[in-house]
């Protein structure tokens, strides 16, 4: 008896979510094609995470030259025997050095040296998100590689997307490696304009930034978080170095994504000045500014990149922001062809 009792709660619970499915699919005709969508590319990148570290790519662990913790990276060696370049792939916010990165397969095929660390795995501690460990444990790890792999030194490029895009921020200004390029999509680059963000939205990331930033009783310490935010820290460094800087942004994003463009925005703006940058030829003025954040509408004519439009560009020596019609994302063909252009 108690079996058919436990059978007929299962229908009614069933019956219960697939009538509310139906509901919210009625009121949102798009919500039942993209949960869909967002279902089989889960399954997809789900079942190719458990094979792809599998397939050619080699754990390594690299011991902290700060704390002495080892962080365990993927990594693939190229076959080839001239010197290839080095794609080193952050991962995003909330992944670790396991997250699956179509970067990896597309390094595998041209047989390039890639490198993906963990550098504290998920920004939801203190010693993660542009700690000075979590710095440092990308250092030594491309240290490793240098070590262990012949490659091309003069092109060694990092790339990132929204943490992983903070990361590489990080990367560029405080790297003891001489880096060729960093290219970082939609990047956040102010945990104190991100918080705000998240708490009228009630994003689930902002427990995570205040665990890494030792918050208490629930209120940001805004020190802490001005320590992990790349808008605050010197850019004396950026006259110095050659590296270039490659940001993009999709032109949604904040809107159906979690990162406003107004954190690329800023931090282009910020640096080109660092370089020199005095006039709104180079910088994003305060009525550009307004007008993508308004109307996120092209602000002039600048082509594509891939096969979506340019809503906005802006360049000055080194650096170079560039807004698309898109949303919280990288385009991984198109980064990484730039990247081995450079």
């Not at 790297?175 to 104190?192: E, F, G």
Request: charged fraction near 25%; include cysteine.
């Amino acid at each position: 008896m108690q079996q058919i009792y436990r059978i007929i709660r299962f229908l009614i619970i069933g019956c219960f979510f697939l009538l509310l499915g139906i509901v919210i699919a009625w009121e949102n005709p798009f919500f039942l094609a993209n949960s869909k969508f967002v279902l089989k590319q889960y399954i997809k990148n789900r079942a190719v995470d458990i094979k792809l570290w599998d397939k050619g790519f080699e754990l390594i662990k690299v011991k902290s030259s700060i704390d002495g913790e080892k962080q365990k990276c993927f990594l693939y060696k190229s076959k080839s025997n001239n010197n290839q370049p080095l794609v080193v792939s952050l991962h995003s916010w909330g992944g670790s050095y396991r997250e699956y990165d179509s970067l990896a397969l597309l390094c595998q095929e041209l047989d390039i040296n890639y490198l993906h660390p963990d550098f504290r795995g998920a920004n939801s501690n203190s010693k993660a998100c542009l700690s000075k460990v979590a710095l440092g444990d990308i250092d030594d790890a491309i240290d490793y590689v240098l070590n262990d792999v012949e490659i091309d030194t003069n092109r060694i490029f990092i790339v990132g997307k929204s943490g992983g895009g903070l990361a590489a921020l990080g990367v560029y200004l405080k790297s003891r490696h001489k880096i060729n390029t960093v290219s970082s999509w939609v990047p956040i680059t102010n945990l104190i304009d991100w918080y705000d963000e998240g708490e009228i939205k009630r994003e689930r990331y902002v427990d995570d930034i205040l665990s890494c930033t030792s918050s208490e009783n629930g209120i940001l310490n805004l020190e802490r978080a001005k320590e992990r935010s790349p808008i605050f820290w010197s850019t004396d460094i950026v006259k110095k170095r050659e590296t270039k800087l490659l940001i993009y942004a999709g032109i949604y994003d904040g809107i159906n994504g979690a990162v406003s463009i107004s954190h690329s925005i800023n931090f282009y703006n910020k640096t080109a000045k660092a370089l020199g940058a005095v006039d709104t030829l180079n910088l994003v003025s305060k009525y550009e500014k307004q007008l993508l954040l308004a109307n996120r509408s092209a602000i002039g004519e600048f082509g594509k990149i891939g096969n979506r439009n340019i809503i906005a560009k802006k360049n000055f020596k080194n650096l170079k922001l560039t807004l698309f019609d898109g949303g919280h994302e990288i385009l991984e063909e198109y980064a990484l062809n730039e990247l081995l252009e450079q």
